[in-house]
């Protein structure tokens, strides 16, 4: 359980910890944009750098490093608000705001690091996708790899293979419910699913007609935990209507 | 000392006031979240409460791909961890029993968690159908609802 410094307090963290769950230990705020808890971290994004000094080195040595992907060692030293990492972090959100203008979360944190207007020339083609990956990275966390990154530099974007409907899309809405910038459409209704130019019928409860998964995610889950499709169907209202009659059946033993 | 949560279907008539606590309790800004606790109503003051079984070998703990699912071990509940929900609504699908709730006001899974190990809903019930108890007192057989005692006369004033 190693002891690190963060800010000046102490704190012990898992010997598997990251620099940022050792901050957030400290109960010190690091910002951050590709990152999610149940997620591997990505580094990606660039805003969670602070500055770290291994124990061995010089005290006033540091290496400016991404928190959530850093790991912890004993005796570590970790600064998150020197003037260094908040210019650092500034110009990364210039950068951001340059890509993306229009977009609410880039402005809000922009600002909070003293830019109203990107000092570089703001993108004529405005997007809303600051490439956090984190809609990727989730699909691949389900099993399902739907979507990935393609092209690079200005032409880097989302997509599915060949901008085609992509055939391994089960419907589940990772993607599109983690986007921290809300920049994936989709439509939704107990009849059908649409996202990535792709149609999902919804897995209806036979009785009811209600649905809240596809056809696809319920085959998808099917496979994997050995169980038939079929055991998804049942809405949630109707396994509640079935248990109560369980229960009425039950007799009190005395 | 471990408590467990009690429900004595024979006392539930039904009223609704632990859906109403369970909302309120949740929600915010004055608006009611969707009640972890349903009361299945079989009529005049029969209901049924059905509410998480916080199983031990839960399915929808199994099936969360992010394992947004974990037991609380002073609680004995199943909590979520809100900063690892998807909103993939397989747990939803995957309980055997559906005891999760998909919320659409708040777009987002909701369960009952025993509110941290004070349940909101417990001091609301007039019969005590459901109850927060010491786990010693789980197989005592519930007191049968004196029933007729909690009818009475509305008249027109005479």
């Known amino acids: ?254 | 000392m471990h408590m467990i949560y009690k429900v004595s279907v024979e006392r539930c008539i039904a009223c609704g006031k632990c859906e109403l606590a369970c909302a309120f309790a949740h929600g915010s800004e004055g608006r009611p979240a969707k009640t972890r606790i349903n009361i299945h109503r079989r009529g005049p003051e029969l209901g049924t409460p059905i509410v998480c079984f916080q199983c031990d070998d839960a399915a929808c703990v199994a099936v969360c791909p992010t394992e947004a699912l974990a037991r609380n071990v002073e609680t004995g509940a199943i909590e979520m961890v809100r900063s690892r929900c998807i909103s993939c609504r397989m747990c939803v699908a995957a309980c055997p029993f559906g005891n999760m709730l998909w919320d659409e006001t708040y777009h987002c899974v909701q369960k009952c968690d025993l509110c941290g190990g004070d349940p909101r809903c417990v001091p609301f019930c007039p019969t005590g159908a459901i109850a927060w108890v010491p786990v010693e007192e789980a197989a005592i057989p519930p007191e049968p609802l004196d029933r007729e005692s909690l009818t009475f006369e509305t008249g027109t004033g005479v």
């Open chain 1, 1 to 254: 359980m190693p002891t690190l410094k963060v800010n000046g307090r102490r704190v012990i963290v898992d010997s598997d910890a990251t620099l940022l769950d050792a901050a957030r230990a400290a109960g010190v705020e690091v910002p951050t944009l590709c990152q999610f808890d149940g997620l591997e971290p990505w580094g990606g994004c660039r805003l969670c750098v602070v500055d770290m000094s291994q124990a061995n080195w010089d005290d006033d040595w540091f290496k400016v490093v991404t928190a959530c992907n850093h790991p912890v060692d004993e005796g570590m030293t970790v600064i998150t608000d020197s003037d260094r990492i908040i210019e650092t972090r500034r110009v990364v959100l210039d950068l951001l705001l340059a890509r993306c203008p229009d977009t609410p979360l880039i402005q809000q944190w922009a600002l909070e690091y003293g830019i109203e207007q990107t000092s570089y020339t703001p993108n004529p083609d405005p997007d809303d996708c600051i490439l956090c990956g984190l809609c990727t990275r989730v699909c691949d966390h389900i099993g399902v790899s739907a979507i990935s990154s393609i092209n690079r530099g200005w032409g880097r974007e989302i997509a599915p293979p060949f901008n085609q409907p992509p055939p391994d899309c089960i419907g589940c809405l990772a993607c599109a419910e983690i986007c921290p910038t809300d920049c994936i459409p989709f439509e939704t209704s107990t009849v059908r699913r649409k996202i990535w130019g792709k149609e999902f019928e919804m897995l209806r409860d036979p009785k009811t007609g209600e649905a809240v998964i596809t056809k696809e995610q319920a085959e998808h889950f099917a496979e994997r935990s050995g169980v038939p499709m079929t055991y998804f169907e049942t809405s949630d209202r109707s396994k509640r209507r079935e248990m109560a009659k369980t229960f009425e059946k039950l007799q009190v033993v005395k």
